[in-house]
């Protein structure tokens, strides 16, 4: 498996403009998790879904942040519109709910560099 | 609530030296602790988890961490340090009744430097 892929690597906009970070999780995986990470608060669990269901979503700052998941394969946090301090890295990752040794195990991956200017 | 601390911001080893990456953690019931690396520019990693059994874990890279209840600890420990472990590292705690796989609460990270 290719592990879990998000797009783009990197991102640079301007403030007020619309951001879309995507992820594809590892198949089979039906927990997915949206992560930010920053200097200054760390490692904050944003969203988390169940079977594409959002789960619990009180780590999302304010408004202005969504996430969806329209499929098991697919999910999508969007930003509108972006603020300067939303520039972080965001992390997606995948668990699986079952799997001798890979139950509880969330698999990260790469990130999402946002910089809003 | 869940917490976790990570109380060093930075360790510092020398290659060959053994080391130790603390970490406690507060929960209700049974942990299920995990350590986690993070390497620049790179998503993170799993090393090893406890969830029962013994209290001595064995995880990738030559990594093990020990399980303290009594100390609510869980320390990352290593015999030889590499340089290429140099890394950022996570540790990271959740209940047992939150479900299957939810959320897992990190702590702040500590850089670990090794040189040689």
């Known amino acids: 498996d290719a592990g879990v892929i998000q797009s783009p690597r990197h991102e640079v906009t301007e403030m007020g403009q619309e951001v879309t970070l995507r992820c594809k999780p590892i198949?089979?995986?039906?927990?997915l998790f949206w992560y930010r990470q920053t200097m200054m608060r760390g490692l904050e669990l944003l969203i988390y879904?169940?079977?594409?269901?959002?789960?619990?979503d009180s780590g999302m700052p304010e408004d202005r942040f969504s996430a969806k998941m329209p499929n098991a394969s697919f999910s999508t946090l969007k930003i509108q519109p972006s603020e300067p301090r939303d520039s972080a890295v965001y992390f997606c990752a995948s668990s699986p709910s079952s799997g001798q040794g890979s139950k509880n195990i969330q698999y990260f991956g790469a990130g999402t560099r946002l910089s809003v200017l | 609530a869940q917490s976790v601390a990570q109380p060093e911001d930075q360790v510092n080893v020398a290659e060959g030296n053994p080391l130790t990456v603390k970490c406690t953690y507060s929960?209700?019931?049974?942990?299920?602790l995990f350590w986690y690396v993070q390497y620049p520019n790179r998503g993170l990693q799993f090393l090893l988890k406890?969830?029962?059994?013994?209290?001595l874990v064995k995880g990738s890279y030559g990594f093990e961490a020990e399980f303290n209840k009594s100390q609510t600890s869980f320390h990352l420990k290593k015999p030889s340090a590499l340089v290429s472990d140099s890394a950022l590292y996570f540790c990271a705690v959740r209940g047992p009744s939150a479900g299957t796989a939810s959320k897992l609460t990190f702590g702040t990270g500590t850089r670990l430097q090794v040189t040689l």
């Open positions: 929960v209700s019931g049974n942990p299920y």
């Open positions: 198949s089979g995986h039906d927990y």
């Open positions: 406890y969830i029962t059994g013994d209290n």
């Open positions: 879904f169940n079977n594409n269901v959002p789960i619990d």
